[in-house]
């Protein structure tokens, strides 16, 4: 490959600079492709959102209707002569729309929209509040976060460790009865988290009624802070059960044949003619060369944790992130829908831009740019 | 064909595969069954009746195979009119013009609880005057009670249950209760069934010549049909049977989409390169990002409920996905064959190699990745009813799951109402799963177990 700058002579000089350069432009040619992806993921999320603008339409008449029918309603506008009212209708209409925006064409709202969440500046919703009141996108999906962050964050992180220690140890004992048995329940993944939870609904709440139906806390909310904490515990067994079911055996079976496939490499029975304990070959021979796949699956949850999950949230009426997202869309407010979406795209981004990097590192194998 | 075949026997030596394939053709015959028993507008008109159709069922209560299960009997509902059970008429003429009607009808009740309702359907033809009906319940035991009595308008619905004068009458005791408890009760709090033969008798007179006056008894009891029923008195049958095709069809149509598409993108891609490798790179990269399920939601809310359009939407944003990197990878390696390089030496055109000579290798590796990912997108189907984005006219079973919740079946204790639709994505699901990991084993001996 070319190399822009060379101005020392030296052999040595010339070989450092020359990777620097290189490292240097595939960095930048990846954060720019990166960035364009980002931006041409979320315009499209605004263009959906909007339906291309059509849903200015049902907006603007949703405006007319309801301004309408308040006039109607209101005694007080009743006596006014009927010249003055229509005047003031039509500038109420005017003032709303002029409230949300519809006033400017969609296109040019369009690239409004993808600038102001390119630069995270989220704005206020159009129609949700946050429970405390606010109109801002940020308070909103702040409010959320937490929920979300305990149950996805529990499931997720339960489901990666378990899994992938349990697979380690089927891996060792392979065609054992375990293992066996992990093949044949793998299927089970096939079926979503929120029909596990129909399921554990009815045998823990309905017939058993041992845990809530669903909710975050119990009503009335505790005051007391331990007490919160152990009523969401016991409000988060179930939701996270059915997310943790859901992949639990597919996600061993995976690891495990993942650990297998690198434990049938020459040099492992090169190591095990060696003589070397297993926990040795295990360490050093199994477990280094997979570290970039673990540390990509990990990062990858962390980021999978931020979407939430929309239908499991719905069912157990978590007051999360996924259920925030889906009622947005019922509203048909772009901003919230918008400011979720670009988190999402920029966490995505920076997390395969950081993983790149880390690939790197870790992998000698890899070469940046080759 | 001698491939075929030994494939054929590789898929009989799993156990798994053959109770698959087996639960797959049954739900194949099913569908077909349902939906030459119910033809399409049938099932709509059935779904979306009201009262007019489903007014002999009762509401909410499970299927009549419970019975089998317990000890105690549930009353099944039944109807008796002209041309089912027992129900005599007797008319005599006067010679006024007018005549009197006698209605009788008898019915068994042998069952250890009380029915939900009793619903009577007066039809009358009068020119000016209403005919008059007067109704008499007579216990076996011998017991004779005034039930009411009442001018008959054309249409009429006589309910049991809402007649407040005769709920007062029977000591505040709710008629359809009252009418069928033993005097004889232990506790009277709790009153038994009186098992025997029960009459109702209509004595109704009419006044003009050509006036006419008929009725339906019906018995709305606490299990009815093979499947239940739900808030609107529907019989869950209809729309178990017809989520049959509906599933089938979508999981199907969509896996198959979704796969052959991925492989065939991927293969022009891998073998132009250049600008149309990059930019199939490039769609995958913005897919990626881009949220599935908030996508099919969107369009689900915004641009139409229509079940083909969100498949179509579901097949489209699952093409560009990690599965035709993988492809990609496979093909790259295809490409620098020597039979390609042969079929390039004699001339061969580009489609004649990317069809003839690229995805026929990929057939194996696609067909278990086919199957596998049908159960996926059947339960993709009911995940976006769950949250209330189906199809509004065909009944489908993600949607029976939809109703029910929104009923809160789970905490009125109507437990079949979710289990029914439950139970059959369950078993498509893990017979197209089973199947798929046969098939997989098979095709991909690599991954094949000790």
Request: hydrophobic share 50%.
């Amino acid at each position: 490959m070319a190399v822009g700058v060379q101005v020392e002579t030296g052999a040595a000089k010339k070989k450092s600079s020359g990777t620097f350069t290189r490292v240097a432009r595939y960095t930048v040619s990846r954060l720019v492709m990166l960035f364009v992806t980002t931006v041409i993921s979320v315009y499209l999320t605004i263009l959906i959102a909007n339906m291309g603008g059509y849903v200015d339409t049902i907006m603007k008449a949703e405006i007319r209707e309801n301004t309408t029918s308040a006039f109607m309603n209101n005694k007080g506008l009743q006596q006014m002569a009927p010249a003055t009212r229509a005047t003031l209708l039509q500038a109420t209409i005017a003032q709303q729309e002029n409230r949300l925006g519809l006033n400017t064409p969609f296109p040019i709202r369009s690239f409004r929209y993808l600038g102001n969440a390119l630069t995270l500046n989220l704005g206020s919703a159009q129609q949700m509040t946050s429970d405390s009141g606010s109109k801002q996108v940020r308070l909103i999906i702040l409010e959320r976060l937490p929920a979300t962050l305990l149950l996805m964050g529990t499931s997720e992180l339960f489901l990666f460790f378990s899994t992938l220690f349990l697979a380690l140890a089927l891996s060792r004992h392979y065609a054992s009865f375990w293992d066996k048995l992990v093949i044949a329940l793998s299927p089970s993944s096939t079926v979503p988290p929120w029909f596990y939870g129909i399921f554990l609904i009815l045998i823990f709440a309905a017939l058993l009624h041992l845990l809530p139906f669903g909710g975050l806390v119990d009503a009335p909310v505790p005051t007391n802070p331990v007490d919160f904490a152990l009523s969401a515990l016991k409000h988060l067994i179930l939701p996270a059960s059915s997310l943790i079911l859901a992949s639990f055996f597919l996600s061993i079976y995976n690891w495990r044949t993942f650990f297998l496939i690198y434990s049938s490499e020459d040099y492992v029975d090169m190591a095990k003619a060696k003589g070397l304990t297993s926990r040795n070959i295990e360490r050093r021979y199994i477990l280094r060369p997979t570290l970039p796949t673990i540390v990509t699956q990990f990062a990858l949850l962390l980021i999978g944790v931020w979407q939430g999950a929309i239908i499991t949230e719905t069912v157990f009426l978590w007051p999360g992130l996924g259920r925030t997202l889906f009622r947005a869309i019922g509203f048909y407010d772009t901003p919230v829908i918008v400011g979720t979406t670009i988190i999402y795209a920029y966490l995505l981004a920076l997390t395969v831009f950081i993983l790149d990097i880390v690939y790197a590192l870790v992998d000698p194998r890899v070469k940046i740019g080759g | 064909m001698n491939n075929f075949k030994k494939t054929l026997q590789d898929i009989a030596r799993y156990p798994s595969a053959i109770i698959g394939a087996f639960v797959i053709l049954v739900l194949v015959g099913v569908a077909i069954y349902a939906m030459l028993a119910i033809p399409y507008q049938k099932a709509i008109t059935l779904w979306r009746g009201g009262e007019d159709v489903w007014f002999m069922n009762p509401k909410n209560v499970p299927p009549a195979w419970f019975n089998f299960f317990t000890a105690k009997k549930q009353p099944v509902s039944f109807v008796i009119n002209d041309q089912q059970g027992q129900m005599t008429r007797e008319v005599k003429t006067h010679s006024d013009g007018s005549q009197s009607i006698t209605l009788t009808y008898s019915f068994d009740y042998q069952y250890d609880y009380f029915p939900q309702d009793i619903l009577l359907y007066f039809k009358a033809q009068f020119q000016a005057k209403q005919p008059f009906a007067s109704l008499v319940w007579m216990t076996p035991d011998g017991r004779k009670i005034q039930v009411s009595n009442f001018g008959v308008p054309n249409l009429f619905t006589y309910r049991f249950s809402q007649d407040t004068v005769l709920q007062a009458k029977l000591h505040g005791i709710s008629p359809q209760i009252a009418l069928f408890a033993d005097p004889k009760s232990p506790d009277p709090n709790k009153p038994v069934p009186l098992k025997g033969t029960y009459q109702l008798v209509i004595s109704g007179v009419t006044w003009e010549p050509n006036s006419d006056l008929t009725c339906e008894f019906v018995l709305h009891g606490q299990v009815s049909g093979l499947a239940g029923t739900d808030n609107y008195r529907r019989d869950l049958m209809v729309a178990l049977l017809w989520g049959t095709p509906v599933a089938l069809a979508f999981g199907l149509i969509a896996a198959g989409g979704t796969t052959f598409l991925t492989m065939i993108i991927s293969a022009i891609g891998a073998w132009y390169g250049g600008w149309v490798d990059g930019l199939i790179q490039r769609i995958t990269e913005v897919n990626l990002v881009l949220p599935f399920l908030p996508i099919l939601i969107m369009v689900g809310t915004l641009f139409s409920h229509s079940i083909w359009v969100i498949l179509g939407t579901a097949v489209a944003l699952s093409i560009f996905t990690g599965q035709i990197i993988a492809y990609r990878a496979i093909f790259m390696q295809v490409k620098e064959s020597t039979y390609v390089e042969a079929a390039k030496a004699y001339g061969a055109s580009n489609w004649r190699i990317i069809s003839l000579y690229l995805i026929p290798r990929m057939i194996p590796t696609l067909i278990p990745t086919l199957v596998l990912s049908v159960p996926s997108f059947v339960f993709l189907e009911a995940s976006l009813a769950v949250l209330g984005l189906s199809d509004p006219t065909l009944p489908t079973w993600g949607k029976i799951i939809d109703d029910a919740f929104n009923n809160a079946a789970l905490y009125n204790g109507w437990y079949y109402w979710i289990l029914e639709p439950a139970a059959l994505l369950m078993i498509t699901g893990v017979s197209f799963a089973l199947l798929g990991f046969a098939l997989d084993r098979i095709f991909n001996p690599r991954l094949r177990e000790a």
